[in-house]
């Protein structure tokens, strides 16, 4: 463990609602709870899961299977 502030033990989650904040926050003016819960939720579940690409993951969203990716990868190497 380090210290408080530190960025590099939770990088990954910074990462993420950095994102959830500049790609869907920021987008809206929330009137409700109930309203962000579910535009949050969309995001987070329909969006970035399945559709948004993420450069880890060679451009595709983490919810392709390991199996398609590399099969995929390997096509538009050829």
């Given amino acids: ?5 530190c960025p590099y033990d939770n990088a990954v989650m910074e990462r993420y609602f950095n994102t959830l904040k500049y790609e869907c926050v920021y987008q809206y003016e929330f009137h409700t709870k109930e309203k962000m819960d579910e ?9 970035y899961n ?3 690409p993420h450069t880890y993951n060679n451009g595709f969203p983490p919810i392709i299977p390991l199996e398609k990716l590399d099969t995929t990868v390997a096509t538009l190497l050829d």
């Avoid at 535009?39 to 969006?47: N, R």
Wanted: glycine share 6%; aromatic share 18%.
């Fill in 1 to 5: 463990m380090s210290r408080a502030g």
């Fill in 39 to 47: 535009i949050i939720h969309t995001f987070a579940f329909e969006y």
């Fill in 50 to 52: 399945k559709m948004r």
